[in-house]
């Protein structure tokens, strides 16, 4: 059996076919090497992240102790949809591994409980990432960490919380000498600049892209009378139906709304 194959397997059980983007992100850790991954958002960057330090995971026998992915992200509320998506493959293929998150939000039994018995891959933040190592059993809970993913590095390189990160990797990095990182990153325009300040001084980072191209399509729909009422606030859900029946059932969709009241209003 290949590396890659319980991989594959999950893949082709959702009906779906790796991008080539993914499977040289997987190839290059599998190799040893750190890089950085720019394509834009939804193309599947999270998996071609952390697809790899799983496919490593699994080929450890027995199952794999302690904590061996970080996963930092600057989105303390984007934590829980993250842990679902990587803990969806792990839970639908019956994979040995869980699934943490370590943020503001955790619980302090949670908290102990990662410290007693830690997942083998986390999600955290900046912030709680200091704290972390700022902990009496920091060099056992990192001393089997394997790989970084640093999510986001666009907004948090050239800030204080980019500083942050670069110091605690700095740290992971003295405990870990062949510790791989990979930062995921947006369309910039220093993008070896980029991955110099993620991946560290010295390094030789590999830049991965090409996310396929996308036709764009722009539809307005407008309503079929205008009254004297603005269109924000409440009473954009008269266009509820018209818009519902524009959306393909099939894909995600991002709706921007101009009110926090009008997108409660349709949420519910």
């Known amino acids: 059996m290949t590396t890659l194959q319980p991989i594959e397997a999950w893949f082709e059980a959702q009906g779906w076919t790796p991008l080539p983007f993914q499977r040289r992100c997987w190839q290059a850790y599998l190799e040893g090497q750190s890089g950085l991954i720019q394509v834009p958002t ?32 600057p989105l303390r509320a984007l934590s829980r949809d993250l842990a679902l998506a990587i803990a969806e493959p792990i839970e639908a293929m019956g994979w040995p591994l869980r699934v943490g998150i370590r943020n503001g939000d955790s619980s302090s039994s949670e908290r102990s409980k990662q410290l007693k018995t830690p997942p083998q891959i986390l999600i955290t933040t900046p912030e709680s990432l200091t704290l972390l190592l700022c902990n009496r059993k920091a060099e056992e809970l990192f001393g089997q960490l394997d790989a970084v993913v640093l999510d986001e590095w666009h907004e948090l390189m050239g800030s204080k919380r980019g500083s942050q990160c670069e110091l605690c990797l700095s740290w992971l990095r003295q405990q870990r000498p062949a510790l791989q990182t990979w930062a995921i990153s947006a369309t910039i325009g220093n993008l070896e600049q980029a991955a110099t300040h993620a991946l560290g001084v010295g390094s030789e980072p590999l830049i991965i892209g090409g996310a396929p191209s996308r036709s764009t399509e722009i539809r307005s729909l407008l309503p079929d009378s205008i009254d004297g009422f603005p269109w924000a606030g409440h009473l954009g859900l008269r266009m509820y139906e018209e818009l519902v029946a524009a959306m393909h059932p099939a894909i995600s969709t991002l709706l921007f709304t101009n009110t926090r009241n009008q997108s409660e209003r349709w949420y519910q």
Do not use: D, W
Not at 50 to 73: D, H, Q
């Open 42 to 73: 939804g193309s599947g960057k999270t998996f071609a992240a952390v697809m790899g330090p799983i496919a490593r995971m699994l080929e450890e026998s027995p199952a794999p102790k302690g904590l061996r992915l970080l996963y930092i992200t």
